[in-house]
């Protein structure tokens, strides 16, 4: 079996058993693989086994608390996207800033999270395809930005008064 043909494996990460069987049940209906963990030490473990297309992370796990949890998982395994799931609304912008993909407020709209995972996934795959090239144009604007500062120094200098 070919990575195409498996279908998505996604790892739902909350601690809040009936929440984690509630994405489940609705996810396989969608045709998605799923794995729970309740803790992030149980998480990180899953993914260093592999073949995690897509995690939903809830930020209040046992051993973690808050961005902490999609700190880590960014730091551990970047390439796999993150979907936050929370119920506190000032932890989305955050949340986001931290590393996350997407974020869907608690208890989320069930009709949306299959269309919300593909779109995660492939988003992802967006930004480390151009991240590169992001990147580079960083560096070029901040060499540029550095070319243009000598540039108004070096004029200011030779248009000094008493200068001929």
Known sequence: MTDED???????????????????????????????????????????????????????????????????LQALH????????????????????????????KPGVPEEWEHRIRKAIELHKVRRKYQPIMDAMVSAKAIADAMVQDSVTADSWIRRPGRT
Do not use: N, W, Y
Request: hydrophobic residues 45%.
């Open 78 to 105: 970047p390439e796999v996207p993150l979907i936050v799931h929370t119920g506190f609304p000032d932890l989305v912008v955050p949340s986001v800033q931290a590393g996350a993909v997407d974020v869907v407020l």
């Open 6 to 72: 498996r279908p998505t494996k996604i790892l739902i990460v909350d601690d809040d058993t009936g929440t984690a069987d509630s994405l489940r049940l609705l996810l396989g209906e969608h045709e998605f693989a799923t794995e729970t963990a309740g803790a992030l030490s149980t998480a990180a473990a899953r993914l260093r086994e592999g073949a995690v297309d897509c995690v939903i992370l809830d930020l209040t796990l046992p051993d973690a608390h808050d961005l902490e949890a999609v700190r880590a």
